[in-house]
């Protein structure tokens, strides 16, 4: 039985969360000058395999699982494959990943696929084609009778659907009173989507898009119906940060990302949390945060090997 076709078997680790998550101050002289408070939200050491807004989105989508296998979509560096592989161990569930890129079938499988794969994922990999009907309920239907699970728990790619939302709600609620402003990159907008429903009234949540094309506010108003009904709290994307769009890490982003973590020695991940704290310092040296203002970070994801900069939602 080759690692692909793993049945896995329960962790003697369950998934045991530190929540809420740390919420630390920055000592940043790049912020201070300009009377801004900087504070980080450290997501990232929830649990060591799901961490940041991974946890928050799978939890609720575990209990309705209710043991039923895991079945699911993302690149082929993607931080939910993993978290969903490594739920799988911990609670001895079954898991499929669909791949996007039929290209990658057959070669060696990259760090992040390998973590999948050792944690009991199933992997088929599908062309680009393919994979943009995946929510197409004929092409959805036929994934999931090849894999011989047509009875499991879907998730969307990136993990943002009603449940996971109102999970990432706890995220706001962790925050009420600590912060005038809350940022965090935005992929697939569930975290977003639950964070501004979980503020309280005042506060404001801000979404920096990984991803060109402006279509991010619209994916969370969508969430939000979804799962509250309606909209939630004061909230706004930020568009201008993606750095060309998603996988796309310049010199410029590095050489940001490196200085803040050896300012604050803290892991900076390339893709989503290094554009929104070279966002929030950006907007800081434009004066959008008045004096006074105290900004809160939620650092959602740390570097993995060999991901740093292909990272997928």
Request: proline fraction near 7%; charge should be positive; charged fraction near 20%.
């Amino acid at each position: 039985m080759s690692d692909n076709e793993r049945v896995p078997r329960p962790s003697t680790a369950a998934p045991r969360p530190r929540l809420p998550s740390p919420l630390t101050e920055a000592d940043d002289a790049r912020f201070a000058r300009h009377g801004v408070r900087l504070l980080l939200k450290r997501d990232d050491l929830i649990h060591p395999d799901l961490i940041g807004n991974k946890w928050r989105k799978l939890a609720p989508n575990l209990s309705a699982a209710r043991g039923r296998a895991l079945f699911t979509f993302g690149g082929a560096y993607s931080n939910h494959l993993r978290a969903t592989a490594a739920a799988g161990r911990l609670l001895g569930v079954p898991t499929f990943g669909v791949v996007r890129g039929q290209e990658l079938a057959g070669r060696p499988l990259n760090p992040s696929l390998s973590r999948c794969a050792a944690d009991g994922m199933r992997l088929h990999f599908i062309d680009r084609s393919t994979y943009r009907e995946k929510d197409d309920p004929r092409v959805l239907a036929a994934l999931l009778d090849d894999a011989g699970v047509p009875d499991a728990l879907v998730l969307p790619e990136g993990g943002s659907n009603a449940p996971a939302v109102r999970g990432c709600a706890d995220l706001g609620r962790e925050l009420r009173g600590r912060a005038d402003v809350v940022a965090l990159a935005a992929g697939t907008g569930g975290t977003l989507a639950g964070l501004a429903a979980g503020l309280a009234l005042g506060q404001r949540a801000l979404g920096v898009s990984v991803l060109k094309g402006g279509f991010l506010s619209a994916e969370v108003r969508a969430l939000q119906r979804a799962a509250f009904g309606g909209p939630r709290g004061d909230w706004r994307v930020e568009d201008r940060f993606h750095f060309g769009g998603y996988a796309r890490v310049p010199a410029e982003l590095v050489s940001f990302a490196t200085d803040f973590e050896q300012r604050h020695g803290l892991p900076v991940e390339h893709l989503y949390v290094a554009k929104m704290l070279y966002a929030l310092h950006a907007l800081t040296e434009a004066g959008t945060f008045p004096p006074g203002t105290t900004v809160a970070a939620v650092i959602t994801g740390a570097p993995f090997e060999g991901a740093q900069s292909s990272t997928s939602r």
